[in-house]
């Protein structure tokens, strides 16, 4: 641990798929005392679905393992606390893999895990006591639905990290805990900040949301990014958190990316709706930050305002929409939307008419220039989708009748693609159940 009254919470991770070396820089290119990483989007709960239909065993984002094992051993030789939601919809199996991993290294770690975010076995309790599970967007109850629920979510808040940490977790776990939970977590534990401490926890959402998308917060993905030096391998972000509740957003000495108020107010707004951000630990007030250059690729952030959460936490379901499949047609030269035309009805015809599919998409994507001096240049792009709950209704049934079509249409005919089965596709469903239904509980193996 660094100094007491300050603690270094470092990202590693923004999704399931960034870059692998994240963690041991982070590890070993400066101080640090806590390690998170997030891994969960809203359709990465759908990936780990199908890697647990291979293998019930699996379920949580594998690549964590890797990263883990080029730092736990000096992650617990030095005292930083590792806290990752990389448990995704196992979280018991990462934390098994974890101990095994630890014990194939030699390395003494106490391993914890949270549970309680899958609803999945208790929704049809959940719905006959009136939790409807209305649709944010559209308002339907998921008993509207006619399709499988495959995974359903709750997010967690950060109290079941507190209690694992208090309990001497060296790791701790997660599955669906809000993003910022993996920051405030921490930080709760170690300065001793109460449930209702609404300002201080609200920092700590502050603080977790800046770290949350990695990268992002020292110039990846930001507008003005010719002003961000070594954007090929940008640093990854630290809050130097207070027991206050003010904190300084940087990235070690020496690496790629800028920390500026322009690359930590671009991070502050992604995915943010309005001036209150709702959590399940507590509703912070996006209009009372205050931002400040405090030396080089340093902001300190403070004057952060927080109010009670709201009586419901937000609940990502995916349920299996069906299968799909698209064939793209390359079209060239002279005469394209024609062309496009007679290619689509020929299709439709070939396959007994667009009304079969329960789902039709159509796009002409016009990329071709007036006069081109490339193939390339010359190319326009017909992307035609069809849906349908019937694999083989939109399988090669489907794709082979549009290869059937080469030499007897179009001019210059050709697809990007040979012709390919049906793929299943999932569809995010959010929704909100009361705080109350949903319990935190914490497995130290």
């Keep these: 641990m660094s100094s007491s009254d300050v603690l270094r919470i470092a990202n590693c991770s923004g999704f399931y798929g960034d870059r692998l070396s994240a963690a041991r820089e982070m590890v070993e290119d400066g101080p640090i005392d806590v390690l998170t990483g997030d891994y969960l989007a809203e359709l990465t709960l759908m990936i780990l679905y199908r890697d ?3 293998d019930p065993a699996a379920g949580f984002a594998r690549t964590f393992l890797r990263q883990l094992e080029e730092v736990l051993a000096a992650c617990v030789a030095r005292g930083i606390k590792i806290v990752v939601n990389a448990g995704g919809l196992n979280p018991a199996g990462l934390a098994a893999r974890t101990q095994e991993l630890a014990a194939r290294l030699g390395v003494t770690a106490r391993v914890a895990h949270v549970e309680g975010d899958d609803l999945l076995p208790r929704l049809p309790a959940l719905q006959e006591r009136g939790v409807e599970l209305r649709h944010l967007d ?3 109850p998921l008993a509207a639905l006619d399709r499988p629920v495959v995974t359903a979510n709750a997010y967690l808040g950060a109290w079941g990290i507190v209690e694992a940490l ?6 701790v776990v997660c599955p669906r805990v809000t993003d910022a939970a993996l920051a405030l977590g921490p930080a709760a534990w170690r300065f001793g900040w109460a449930r209702d401490d609404w300002d201080r926890l609200a920092a700590g959402i502050v603080a977790g949301h800046i770290l949350e998308c ?5 110039g990846g993905n930001y507008a003005f990014f010719r002003e961000v030096p070594g954007l090929a391998r940008p ?3 630290i809050a130097e958190m207070h027991a206050d509740g003010t904190f300084v957003v940087t990235k070690h000495p020496g690496t790629g990316g800028l920390v500026s108020v322009g690359t930590v107010t671009a991070q502050l707004l992604y995915e943010i709706q ?8 507590v509703t912070t007030r996006f209009d009372s930050i205050r931002l400040a250059e405090d030396g080089s690729d340093r902001v300190r952030v403070s004057g952060v305002k927080g109010e009670p959460p709201p009586p419901t936490t937000k609940v990502c379901v995916n349920y299996l929409g069906g299968y799909r499949n698209t064939v793209t047609f390359v079209l060239a030269g002279l005469d394209v939307e024609e062309k496009a035309r007679l290619a689509e009805e020929t299709l439709w015809r070939l396959v007994g008419g667009r009304d079969r599919f329960a789902e039709t998409s159509v796009q002409l994507v016009r990329s071709d220039r007036p006069d081109p ?4 240049a010359a190319f326009a792009y017909l992307h035609v989708t069809v849906k349908d709950p019937d694999a083989a209704r939109v399988g090669r049934a489907f794709s082979n009748r549009a290869i059937e079509m ?9 697809v990007t693609a040979p012709p390919a089965d049906a793929s299943p596709y999932g569809v995010y469903w959010p929704a909100l159940v009361p705080s109350e239904l949903v319990e935190h509980r914490v497995v130290i193996g």
Excluded: E, H, I
């Design 52 to 54: 647990r239909l291979k």
């Design 138 to 140: 559209k308002g339907l």
């Design 166 to 171: 208090r309990r001497g977790a060296d790791v």
């Design 214 to 218: 990695g990268a992002q917060a020292t």
């Design 235 to 237: 640093g990854f972000p």
């Design 274 to 281: 309005g001036t209150r951000y709702l959590n399940p630990d």
């Design 373 to 376: 001096g490339t193939n390339d």
């Design 406 to 414: 080469a030499l007897a249409s179009y001019p210059g005919f050709f």
